[in-house]
């Protein structure tokens, strides 16, 4: 098939990959040759994917600055060029980048910040899915019942302060006394069209861990009775049920 060999072949030349020669397909305006044509392509390619990987990994590029940045987003695609029309969806293996030049030796937090934000964006993009539950009507045995999830949410836990260090791509991260140890427990879903994020106490983090793997109040009562009590309960449910995320 003509149009799928053309399709193939043009892709290939413009993401670099191969030198195949596409005189017979090409027919360049004004007096641009057909490789100059392909090389317009080439770099609007290049160019709208680095646009797209700036976007989608706005806090790293803040961390990184610049030169840094521009110098490893060049690097990326040359190495992981995309194979998705979606740009929103680019740079989903950019966290194994990291890994793989050494990028989170100097800052070991890093690829754990590019897929929070890479989770955040996603989310963002997706559906809307809220649940208007009266827990008015549901009191009886609540205790033993165990509860559904949104699929549009997410529980995390790091060893650094991701959301910290994510919350100043905006403003810069200058601040060199600034101290991203520590653990941080966060629950992300979408609401209202926005991505909401709550930060969680451990207590918090440990009764929506159980409660995501089905276990009703009553069990994780039992299985966490030495770490949590009564108030750290109702202060998760207050937040699930003002994120309208869960339902029986």
């Not at 098939?1 to 043009?10: E, G, H, I, S, V």
């Not at 700036?54 to 803040?62: A, F």
């Not at 909401?196 to 793997?213: A, T």
């Amino acid at each position: 098939d003509k149009l799928l060999r053309f399709q193939n072949t043009f892709i290939a030349e413009v993401t670099g990959e191969l030198s195949l020669g596409l005189d017979e397909f090409i027919l360049p305006g004004g007096e641009l040759t057909p490789a100059e044509a392909i090389n317009v392509y080439r770099q609007d390619y290049f160019a709208r994917l680095g646009d797209a990987l700036g976007e989608n990994l706005e806090s790293v590029w803040t961390v990184l600055g610049d030169e840094e940045f521009f110098e490893q987003r060049k690097s990326f695609i040359e190495n992981y060029p995309s194979d998705n029309t979606d740009l929103n969806q680019f740079g989903s293996q950019f966290p194994k980048f990291i890994e793989s030049v050494g990028l989170d030796k100097d800052y070991p937090f890093l690829k754990m910040l590019a897929e929070f934000e890479l989770d955040f964006w996603k989310l963002f993009h997706s559906p809307q899915e809220s649940f208007l539950v009266d827990w008015n009507e549901n009191l009886e045995n609540l205790e033993n019942k165990s509860f559904k999830f949104s699929k549009y949410t997410k529980l995390l836990c790091w060893p650094y302060k991701i959301f910290d260090i994510f919350s100043l791509r905006k403003t810069g991260f200058t601040d060199s006394e600034f101290d991203y140890d520590g653990v941080q427990y966060i629950y992300m879903f979408k609401l209202d069209q926005k991505i909401k994020i709550e930060v969680l106490s451990r207590e918090q983090y440990l009764i929506i861990s159980e409660l995501l793997k089905g276990q009703s109040i009553t069990e994780l009562s039992e299985s966490l009775a030495d770490q949590i009590n009564e108030e750290d309960i109702q202060r998760s449910f207050s937040i699930l049920a003002l994120s309208k995320s869960i339902f029986l």
